[in-house]
């Protein structure tokens, strides 16, 4: 079982980036996928999640408006666009497939808001 992040870098407050989280070893049109975020020292929190089949989306009061998740399930990758980006996005973002309380983790890709 693999989770891959990518996509992540140093934007400019404003700016845009686009993480993708690629899968393998599972059926990953079966799994509801979420992105969350971790800061040095603080809890991880959810960003946003979609169902497996991509119909119901979830979104953190934080980004509403500003980021998207979807998901590719022919291509086995979700993703996270992320617009209007502020300093406190600033954090490692994490990909998560869940499917019958069984969880499966990426290693986070980091991401950089700064001018």
């Known amino acids: 079982v693999q989770l891959v992040e990518s996509g992540g870098g140093l934007v400019q407050p404003g700016g845009s980036l686009r993480l993708s989280c690629a899968a393998s070893?599972?059926?990953?049109?079966?799994?509801?996928m979420s992105w969350y975020r971790q800061a040095p020292g603080k809890e991880r929190e959810l960003v946003a999640a979609?169902?497996?089949?991509?119909?119901?989306?979830n979104y953190a009061d934080s980004v509403k408006g500003r980021f998207t998740i979807s998901r590719d399930n022919a291509k086995n990758t979700v993703y996270l666009q992320m617009n209007s980006l502020k300093p406190e996005d600033t954090d490692v973002y994490y990909c998560?497939?869940?499917?019958?309380?069984?969880?499966?983790w990426g290693k986070g890709t980091l991401v950089t808001v700064s001018s």
């Open positions: 998560k497939g869940r499917f019958n309380e069984v969880d499966y």
């Open positions: 070893g599972f059926t990953f049109s079966r799994y509801i």
């Open positions: 979609i169902t497996s089949a991509g119909g119901i989306t």
